[in-house]
């Protein structure tokens, strides 16, 4: 990270099984305390536990639910509103994990690129802010970084004008999230992750602004842990992590201190 206030956080997906789990899991972000004046950091419970841990973290950790709802309260069975969100007090949200657009082919709905903007924008207006996932699947990596670029840019079109408008870059974080690295072990090679994050940045810049580019945050995310969070966060354009399983250990504390 060379830029910005880099930005981390900790995606517990659908984990602990057992609520009894989550003061460990929220003690072990208590090291991070010491980093928070010059680090951003957030954590996405599962939404069941959203509650039982929003007042539980040190001071100046965020908690992030992982996907809201295109809109406000009505009937919409199963889903979270931003309006339910910002009402708990919370001011970030996480959407378009790669799990949830239906990568893994999980009985969850695809969620379209059209579907995140509507989201971002929403929650925007709410003045709330947004961790806004991309990232594209292994075929399209084997076809090389054009593939990769235009897989991804192709989840941020819809995206540009709410970009344009927005004043306050920092509000919006991008998390670059190959789907093939995530939770397998295999992590983005420093260079290959900086080359993807580098091109998205000049993309954007062509596409929305020279000011949108600057300031928005690119986090990386796919098997970033405290033994290669040193070498990816030399990279430039790396401004943080998006950490799934490692998020689940004390050694999230090492992958903040990793961008210091
Ligand atoms: C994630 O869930 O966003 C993620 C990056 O997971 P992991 O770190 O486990 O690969």
Redesign the pocket.
Known sequence: AKYSQPIV?G?W?CNPASHSTLPTLVSNFEGVADYLSDCDVYVCPSNLHVSLVKDSFVPGISVAPQNCNFGGCGAYTGEMAVDQIKDLGLDTVLIG???RRGEFGLPTPKESNELMATKLKYILDQGLKCVF?IGEPLPVREKGIEAVVEECTKQLEDIVPILKELEDKSRVVI?Y?PVW?????V?ASPSQAQETHSALRSWIATAVDAKTAEGIRIQY?????AGNAKELSEMDDIDG???????LKPEIVDIVKALM
């Open positions: 956080g995606n997906k994990h790669s799990e996932c998390a999230e690295a995530i939770g397998t072990g992590t995310g796919g098997s970033a842990n992590f998006l950490v799934g399983g490692a998020s």
